[in-house]
């Protein structure tokens, strides 16, 4: 992997017109549920579970980040396929690999710039959010910059977003098809999450720790309360293994059969 290869997919993304749409439903919707989810919390606080009230208490954090960065992964999941899918879609993908006969630089560099673009704006989206919900929650909750979780929570957010951002490319790059794909991550990320919570017992909590969309949310969560599956770190490393093995097979794929 080059820096022009690099430069080249940055061109790339940045000119196709779904990479604008994505990352500002991205920003949109992490913002938007952020509002609305604090708002919540402070206008109907006293008709809060007691558990939901404790735990606005202890984990503020956790309660104002997490509903963004899960809505925010949608727009992420979105961009991610269409940066690989869609060359497949259009054909681009043909000249690409005219210009670049070694594939598995080629799926590298794409996973590069994905990930700091996603990671870029991940972090901007996750001040923004913290800094709209710490506003919004004021009257029930004091929150503190200097809170120790925020030194995970903010870098957190970031990560967590542009490595399920590699888990969609890698997808997007075994299926080859833009809808397929989509509907595939969409349903992994969103669906599978509640479809686990229906096992009985325990056994569902112990399976939803390993699901992308539950894995890596725990890094922007307070360490206070506890954890839904997985501590933070080793709920991250899954993930990253996740994404990690999905891209070994894409590269394998994209090595192996003709485009």
Not at 69 to 76: L, S
Not at 200 to 224: E, I, K
Not at 240 to 246: K, N, Y
Request: aromatic share 6%; charged share 10%.
């Amino acid at each position: 992997m080059t820096l022009d290869l690099v430069r080249a997919e940055w061109t790339k993304l940045r000119s196709l017109r779904s990479t604008a749409w994505s990352l500002l439903a991205t920003v949109a919707a992490a913002l938007g549920i952020t509002a609305l989810a604090a708002s919540i919390y402070t206008n109907q606080y006293d008709q809060l579970e007691a558990g939901d009230q404790a735990r606005l208490q202890v984990d503020a954090i956790g309660m104002i980040l997490q509903p963004a960065v899960n809505f925010g992964g949608i727009g992420v999941c979105v961009l991610a396929v269409m940066a690989i899918a869609g060359e497949y879609s259009t054909g681009l993908v043909r000249a690409s690999l005219l210009a670049v006969p070694r594939r598995l630089p080629l799926l590298a560099a794409k996973a590069v710039v994905l990930a700091v673009v996603v990671f870029a704006v991940g972090e901007l989206t996750a001040v923004a959010a913290y800094g709209l919900g710490r506003t919004l929650v004021a009257s029930r909750v004091h929150l503190s910059l200097r809170d120790p979780a925020l030194l995970r929570a903010i870098p957190g957010f970031g990560l967590y977003l542009a490595v399920l951002g590699l888990f969609a490319l890698g997808i997007g790059a075994l299926v080859r098809h833009v809808a397929g794909a989509i509907a595939l991550v969409l349903t992994v990320v969103l669906a599978l999450p509640s479809l686990v919570a229906l096992l009985p017992g325990s056994v569902g909590q112990r399976v939803s720790g390993y699901l992308p969309s539950l894995a890596g949310t725990q890094l922007v969560a307070d360490d206070r309360w506890p954890p839904v599956g997985l501590p933070a770190w080793t709920g991250f490393a899954v993930l990253c293994g996740q994404a990690a093995l999905l891209l070994v097979a894409a590269g394998y794929r994209l090595k192996h059969r003709d485009a």
